[in-house]
């Protein structure tokens, strides 16, 4: 028998994140894909996430994602992940986070990092492998973005990584100068055009792929026109549209008991129906095959944020920054317990 052994603790910073992350945006797409197809394959455990709120506080919360991701080198962890939306008016990130790795071998924590950067590169991985999987190609003569903050300039990080092709940029959100500034660096990274609309409606009503990345707590999307002609919609922030809207689309999930809960657009819907038939299957069964796009509906990706895709993202940066030499080994981290 092999004597096991505690393992080193190890803390990344952000900088040390984000170095990997940068330039590693395709191979990141492929992580977050193989963790959809494992967690598909039910080579996972993945317990609801859990929301802290506060009394009189009604725009903050900290949430809990634990989860265990059971493939070719399994790993087990939590995202601990605080939105204060307050922050930004101050200067600050909205959200602040960190994830905990625990060695399989030994079940001790090994590293600790930095996960508001995970967390915003799985969610933008997600939502590109949700754009091609549903459009068919990299390409969408507009591509639209209501909510231009931190997430929204992820997406557009890993659309300009993987070579997307687009006319142009719509934009809107309720800071123009947020969605001003989003122009600016578009146009700088080479997007033919950018322009900013004060009104959601309208961009939701033009474009042919949309990113929906706002903080909204209830639907302000409420126009059933507005998908009439059948756009591929990210509902990143799963709470903007009214459940008229999410009737008449096709609706797909990265976990259906996930995302029908906590008040988001498809579970509100479940609340007005009875059932919720409407949700038509996951991004794994379009994936791999079971599930097509219905051409003849607007096609709404709600992905409620998997725990594991934040696990796999950190391992392989995890592994990256150790291999490299890199993050601050803490020697006397862990009480003696022999
Ligand atoms: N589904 C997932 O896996 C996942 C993961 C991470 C974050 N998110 C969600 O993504 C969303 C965006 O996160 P972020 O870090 O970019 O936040 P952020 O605070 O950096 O940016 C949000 C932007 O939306 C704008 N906004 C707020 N309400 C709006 C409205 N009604 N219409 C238009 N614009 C509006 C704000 O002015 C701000 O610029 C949050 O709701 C967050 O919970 C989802």
Known sequence: ????????????SG???????????????????????AHAAERSSLPHSSFLRFAGRERDRIIALPGFLDDDDPVAGIKWISSFPGNREHGLARASAVLLLNDMAT????????ASIVSATRTAASAVLGAEALVGDRRAARIGFIGTGLIAGHVHRFLRDLGWRTDGYLLHDVDPRAA??????????????????????AVLSAADLVV???????????????????PVVLHLSLRDLAPDLVLRSQNITDDTDHAVRERTSLHLTEQQVGHRRFVDGTLADVIEGRLVRDPDRPVLFSPFGLGVLDLAVGRWVHRRVVADGGGHTVPDFFAQTS
Not at 25 to 30: A, D, G, S, W, Y
Not at 180 to 201: I, K, M, N, Q, S
Not at 212 to 230: G, K
């Open 1 to 12: 028998m092999t004597p096991l052994r505690q393992p080193p603790f190890t803390v990344l």
């Open 180 to 201: 001003h500034r989003f122009a600016e660096r578009a146009l700088a990274d080479g997007v033919p055009a950018a322009t900013v609309l004060d009104d959601g409606d």
């Open 212 to 230: 929906l990345a706002t903080v909204a707590s209830t639907p302000h999307l409420t126009r059933p026109e507005s998908l009439e002609h059948r």
């Open 107 to 114: 079940g001790y924590p090994q590293a600790c990092m930095e």
């Open 15 to 37: 900088p040390e994140v984000a170095e990997q992350i940068e330039g590693s945006r395709p191979e990141l797409v492929t992580v977050v894909r193989r963790a959809y197809l």
